[in-house]
Nanobody, 124 residues
């Protein structure tokens, strides 16, 4: 059984930083690309960042590029999302996801395993 468990969310002030973690179990982690998505109430889930199986290739949505960084530690079966210069509009539930290919995918329909989500609230 594949499981993805996120952690690291919480309340952070505008301009602050937070790092999300996602531990994957039940599959060979270093074979597959990983992504981070986010969702706010009443909105569709949107792509934030993705990485290929190795972590050397990454891709970001335009609204986080330069502020967020995705990385992975294949020895720990963990993917991270470092979030810097946070803005109130970054407030959302953040989800990590895994798909069945080795490359970067930006469409949520390509992902077949999802974590439960972790809330990030950016507010003073």
């Amino acid at each position: 059984q594949v499981q993805l468990v996120e952690s690291g969310g919480g309340l952070v002030q505008p301009g602050g930083s937070v790092r999300l973690s996602c531990v994957v179990s039940g599959r060979t982690f270093n074979h597959y690309g990983m992504g981070w998505f986010r969702q706010t109430p009443g909105e569709e889930r949107e792509f934030v960042a993705g990485t290929d199986w190795s972590g050397y290739s990454t891709y970001y949505s335009e609204f986080v590029e330069g502020r967020f960084a995705i990385s992975r530690d294949n020895a720990k079966n963990t993917v991270y999302l470092q979030m810097n210069s946070l803005k109130p509009e970054d407030t959302a539930v953040y989800y990590c996801a895994s798909h069945s290919g080795s490359v970067i995918e930006t469409s949520e329909t390509q992902y077949n395993f999802w974590g439960q989500g972790t809330q990030v609230t950016v507010s003073s």
